[in-house]
Every structure is written in C-alpha cells, then in structure tokens.
C-alpha cells in the first residue's frame, strides 16, 4: 500500500522560505516519482514541481521555477520541496503524490496522493 504524509507548512510573511516535507511509504520495487501540487478554493489543482525516482532529475511549474527547489532521499523515504522568496499567491494547500510515469505534469496521472498541508503567506 502506497501511503504519502507532508508536513512543515504554516504562515510565514512574503519573502520568506518554507520547507515541505513528504514521508513516503511505497511498493518495493516500482520506481515513482513524487509531485508537489497545491490548490486553492479558486484555482484547480496546479503542478508545482516533480522528482524522478533517482533525484537526478526535477521538473517545475511556472510559478516555482527559480524559486522552490525539489530532492527526494529514498533511503530516508522522503521527498522535500524547498519554497523560497515566498509570495502572497503561493498560499495554498500543498499535495505530494506518487506516479510510475517519468516526471508527469498531470494531476490525473498521480495515482495516489497524501492528504496536503496548508501554507499560507500573509503580512
């Protein structure tokens, strides 16, 4: 049974940084990367960044790209994404999820998902 939990949100002011944290539990022997999502009541599911199973290679949405940062240690079964210079519009729930495709951008391809963490960035 494949099971993802993050952690390590909160409220932090504009221009802060915050890290996320996802523990892993996956099936031995099927390689998977992990996705960051978030949502807001406004706005559907949106692609943050991506891992590949080895950590050699990351993939990030438009609005994470030359900010947030995406490593995953498997020995450790954990997944990090590193948020800085964060802003107002990053407030959301944040999602890791698993799939076995290479680097999907596409919630639907996440066949499973933890049940997210609140970040909220507010003077």
């Known amino acids: 049974q494949v099971q993802l939990a993050e952690s390590g949100g909160g409220v932090v002011q504009p221009g802060a940084s915050l890290r996320l944290s996802c523990a892993t539990s996956?099936?031995?022997?099927?390689?998977?990367?992990i996705g960051w999502f978030r949502q807001t009541a406004e706005k559907e599911r949106e692609f943050v960044a991506a891992?590949?199973?080895?950590?050699?290679?990351?993939l990030y949405g438009d609005s994470a790209e030359g900010r947030f940062n995406v490593a995953r240690d498997n020995d450790k079964n954990m997944v990090w994404l590193q948020m800085n210079s964060l802003k107002s519009d990053d407030t959301a729930l944040y999602l890791c999820?698993?799939?076995?495709?290479?680097?999907?951008?596409?919630?639907?391809?996440?066949?499973?998902w933890g049940q997210g963490i609140q970040v909220t960035v507010s003077a």
């Open positions: 891992v590949s199973w080895s950590g050699q290679t990351s």
């Open positions: 996956l099936r031995p022997g099927v390689r998977y990367t």
């Open positions: 999820a698993a799939s076995t495709a290479h680097l999907p951008r596409v919630a639907e391809v996440y066949a499973y």
